[in-house]
């Protein structure tokens, strides 16, 4: 091992919060060779990003400390240099890049002048030519595009991949020793980290700086890192090589962190997708309210009904293996969402932003169909379209035949319990004023399910223990769990009313790799237990591997690709779905 | 982890005990209830004629002999709410009662309560009322209008100037005692505050609540609605009523409220245009939910923040809009009035501090207590601020 460009010994951080303090970093040490990238993984919460931040001294003096520790830069004591000191640092022999690119660069300054700034700022004699002169020369580095004609552009004429190699030539001006990447792609396009993480290496090649690159992702440590080093709760519980900790790990901890990527996930669900679902099963209410003297009228045609359903789901599946006949719980033909752009005076539609355009999908009742593709490629829209929220400009869409658009709000009502939708973000998806027992059986009482509210009680009740979660969760307010319980809650709610369809939209993309896991395979359950058809929205390949049955690829607002996930992941015959799964970090290297 | 307390305490019930949690509300709140409580009494409170009296053996209550209609009807409704309130029933139904109940009051006190046309105060202190067993006065033993002639009071008497009579806060220049006028012209100042923002908050919340959800054309058609109506002077329009139809204070209270919602309205809207996009009101949407729960229920509680602190500063304003207009003169004639007070301080020819001060505080200290309440109830309102703040089980 080379000389240590950066050498952390002991590190504790301790931020105070409320009344007490919280031993963000405790402990940790590790060092970074010149030339060579250390890896920080861990979940949200583990003090990776506090950890990189201690390092920069970009924490506010009076929530943290640092009771014990040194941060050794070339020898040399970031901790005990004073506010000048630290600033002649900062920028110039360390660097730092941030997840967000929407809101890490000045919006009402030019991208050009964002450089220059940082350049004369630590350079004083350089005259505004020559700045002019290495600003361009930095945006040639990070590859962008005619960087000469650019200088002049705001950040809100960049896409968000050109943004953060704005960040990066920014970073890079002034040639630090070690550049510190805090999630640098997390918020990007599969297809666009892959040209970031490319690019990041070819300049570390080229300048020969180090890098201390902090992420969750194990594909992306597995093409950056040289070392890599986990932590859990503040403190580092693995460090070694890179191939080392990933093929041979260690601590139970990182063996968990592994075990929990979706690529490696064991597959208990391909089993099921085959067998047919037996009617009890696929009508799953509680024995003892099926077999309930007090079940009103509505109940009982409700369960008929299922039975019945259960009954033709089940010939049809039979028909299905004898005919090769699919059952198609949706139809959608020649779907456009068409978003009108308006200008001047009175409004008028000059274009459309084509959101969705003339799509046409089957949805075989039963199958978990995974629609992937970039973000802005109308995935989401599609989603919501099929559910109505977003009203269709054209086309069909059918659930069990039934025509969707042009039904009027009263008229959908009762079609909606057929379908639900559960959402992404944990932090907007439920209420924050309304109890969880409110937001789950109100629903159900709109829609007639139980008899009375405290039938509609032990229903959700019974709900949440199937997600898992204790039934006193009922009487506690969103605020009080965790993202990945919040998103059990949310599914709760989209299966309250007993559907047949439900849209996940991106419903793991912000929960950590292995609150992802549980939820994956929670619902491989759900869906085998309950029989339903499922459209998951996501940009996760590996998801879509473990998970779907069915892969639908969109780019731009078409289906480009579609078929079995095996075939389509396997062997993808159109050029983007071979360009975005090229572009997925591989944890095997 | 910490076991959670399970309780069963409904959104309305959690949010007031959260309200109330704070010291500042608690001061709000007690000076609310202060001019409650005078309002509500004031005739027993402040009053020439004796509460009872016993002459020759026959026990009478002048006070209620002269109760007026309204005195009635308030002091009717008071008790409804009161019951309505021990009531173990949920909020809608407790203000949809309580409104039942209070115009049921009206008919009834309209029908039954006949009070002398004429009241002549100097007769309290003649014969009639002097010579008897024994009588119980109010604490203020003058009423708001009694001049005091046949004492031979000179008016615009500093507090405790006067011998033989106690004015705590002195008199005015007619000679009426101030404390009786401060405690009757509570009533003017609470009722025009509250059915005032009463009114505009109803029509601000269902434009602005229609506007923000549907966007589109109502929303364009809303928003010119909202910008007409900021158009309006209020003040201006008040005095041209005034000017054409008389002093009312009911007109008041509706001219105030129904030009003063615009700005609830815009409040409302921007909410909403958020909210919409919001993942539980699309859910909501999605379990095809009714659209009043989908409003009022998912939508108005996350966007009510902004609101209650204008509400909170609306009454207020509404309390100041009556003060000006009774300040010009163009107040309520016969009722006292704060504002009228200050209009009296400004007019008379010395400056008398008790006459200035007084109705001045007053103003200040309800404009100050509704502030504190609309904080507290907004952060109240907030659960993941009032558990940072320690409330939290």
């Known amino acids: ?589 | 982890m910490t076991k959670p307390v399970i309780s069963r305490e409904s959104f309305s019930a959690r949010i007031w005990r959260k309200t109330l949690a704070g010291v500042g509300v608690k001061l709000g709140l007690a000076w609310v209830a202060l001019l409650v409580f005078c309002a509500v009494f004031a005739p027993f409170l402040a009053n020439s004629m004796p509460l009872l009296m016993s002459k020759g053996g026959a026990i009478s209550a002048p006070v209620l002999q002269y109760l007026s209609v309204e005195d009635a009807w308030i002091l009717a409704s008071f008790f409804i709410a009161l019951a309505v309130y021990r009531l173990n029933i949920d909020g809608g139904k407790q203000v949809l009662l309580f409104l039942l109940g209070s115009a049921l009051a009206a008919l009834l006190v309209n029908s039954f309560v006949k009070p002398p046309v004429l009241v002549i105060y100097d007769d309290f202190r003649g014969p009639a009322y002097m010579q008897v067993d024994w009588k119980l006065m109010p604490p203020i033993p003058y009423a708001p209008v009694d001049y005091l002639r046949d004492l031979g009071s000179k008016g615009l008497e500093a507090p405790f100037a006067t011998e033989g009579h106690t004015h705590l806060m002195g008199t005015e220049e007619n000679g009426a005692d101030v404390l009786s006028r401060m405690i009757h012209a509570c009533r003017i100042s609470l009722s025009i505050g509250l059915i005032a923002s009463g009114i505009a908050l109803a029509i601000g919340i269902v434009v602005g609540g229609l506007m923000g959800y549907f966007s589109g054309v109502v929303d364009m058609l809303g928003m010119r609605l909202v910008e007409i109506f900021e158009d309006i002077p209020t003040l201006f329009l008040l005095l041209t009523f005034v000017a054409f139809f008389g002093r009312s204070l009911y007109m008041m209270m509706v001219i105030i409220g129904v030009t003063g919602w615009s700005g609830y309205a815009r409040y409302v809207r921007q909410e909403f245009l958020k909210l919409r996009k919001q993942d539980y009101v699309q859910a909501a949407v999605a379990s095809g939910l009714p659209l009043t729960s989908i409003l009022f229920r998912h939508m108005l509680p996350n966007g009510v923040a902004p609101l209650l602190v204008a509400v909170s500063f609306g009454v207020a304003g509404a309390i100041l809009s009556e003060a000006t207009l009774s300040f010009l003169g163009l107040g309520v004639v016969d009722a006292p009035s704060w504002g009228a007070m200050l209009d009296q301080a400004v007019k008379s020819s010395t400056f008398n501090w008790w006459m200035a001060v007084f109705p001045g505080g007053s103003i200040f200290m309800t404009v100050f207590a509704y502030n504190l309440i609309g904080e507290a109830f907004r952060d109240a309102i907030d659960p993941r601020l009032s558990d940072k703040a320690g409330v939290k089980s």
């Open chain 1, 1 to 589: 091992m080379s000389q240590p460009l950066l050498e952390v010994r002991n590190l504790r951080t301790y931020l105070r919060s409320g009344g007490g303090e919280v031993k963000a970093v405790d402990d940790i040490s590790f060092s970074i060779p010149k030339g060579q990238t250390f890896c920080l993984v861990g979940e949200s919460g583990s003090g990776k990003s506090v950890s990189a931040l201690s390092v920069i001294r970009l924490l506010p003096d009076g929530v943290a400390s640092h009771p014990s520790g040194e941060i050794l830069l070339n020898g040399q004591d970031l901790l005990t240099l004073d506010d000048p000191g630290i600033r002649a640092v900062r920028g110039l022999k360390i660097a730092m890049i941030f997840q967000e690119p929407m809101t890490s660069l000045n919006p009402v300054m030019s991208i050009g002048e964002q450089i220059t700034e940082a350049l004369q700022l630590h350079h004083p004699d350089m005259d505004d030519a020559e700045a002019t002169e290495r600003t361009i020369k930095a945006l040639e580095q990070v590859q962008i595009p005619n960087a000469a004609s650019r200088f002049r552009d705001y950040p809100h004429q960049l896409s968000g991949g050109q943004r953060q190699r704005v960040m990066i030539a920014m970073a890079l001006a002034c040639e630090p020793q070690l550049l510190i990447a805090d999630e640098p792609t997390t918020a990007l396009d599969v297809t666009v980290q892959a040209e970031i993480l490319r690019l990041m290496r070819k300049l570390q090649d080229d300048t020969g700086m180090s890098m201390l690159f902090i992420t969750h992702d194990f594909g992306v440590v597995a093409q950056m890192a040289h070392w890599v080093g986990v932590m859990q709760q503040g403190k580092l519980v693995e460090v070694g090589a890179c191939q080392t900790v990933l093929r041979t790990p260690q601590h139970p901890y990182t063996q968990q962190l592994l075990a929990a990527v979706p690529e490696n996930l064991a597959k208990p669900g391909r089993a099921a997708v085959g067998a047919n679902p037996s009617v009890p099963e696929v009508v799953d209410l509680p024995p003892a309210l099926a077999d309930d003297e007090n079940l009103s009228d509505s109940d009982r045609r409700l369960l008929s009904v299922l039975n019945r359903v259960g009954l033709r789901r089940q010939a049809s599946q039979n028909a299905a293996q004898g005919e090769a006949e699919v059952d198609n719980l949706i139809q959608i033909r020649d779907l456009k969402v068409w978003f009108p752009i308006k200008k001047g005076v009175f409004r008028q539609t000059v274009d459309y932003v084509k959101a969705v355009d003339e799509v046409s999908l089957d949805i075989p009742r039963g199958e978990i169909v995974a629609l992937v593709g970039e973000s802005g490629c109308g995935k989401t829209t599609l989603g919501r379209a099929v559910l109505q929220l977003e009203l269709p400009t054209a086309g069909s869409i059918r659930i069990d035949g039934q025509e969707l658009t042009g039904l009027s709000a009263r008229e959908l009502r009762p079609l909606r319990r057929k379908m639900q939708i559960a959402f992404q973000d944990p932090q907007s998806s439920l209420n924050p004023r309304l109890l969880v027992e409110t937001t789950l059986t109100e629903p159900m009482k709109v829609h007639g399910i139980g008899a009375s509210h405290e039938q509609r009680i032990e229903l959700a009740g019974q709900l949440l223990e199937d997600m898992q979660l204790s039934r006193e969760s009922l009487w506690r307010y969103p605020h009080e769990f965790s993202g990945g319980q919040r998103q059990r809650i949310g599914l709760a709610r989209a299966l309250a009313l007993n559907p047949e369809f439900v849209v996940c939209d991106e419903i793991t993309s912000a929960l950590d790799v292995s609150v992802q896991a549980e939820i994956l395979q929670l619902l491989l359950d759900i869906r085998r237990r309950r029989n339903l058809t499922l459209l998951f929205i996501t940009h996760n390949i590996g998801v879509v591997e473990y998970l779907s049955d069915r892969t639908v690829v969109m780019y731009k607002g078409t289906i480009v690709e579609e078929g079995l996930t095996a075939k389509v992941c396997g062997a993808p015959e159109h050029p983007y779905t071979q360009k975005l799964l090229s572009a997925v970090p591989r944890l095997v290297v």
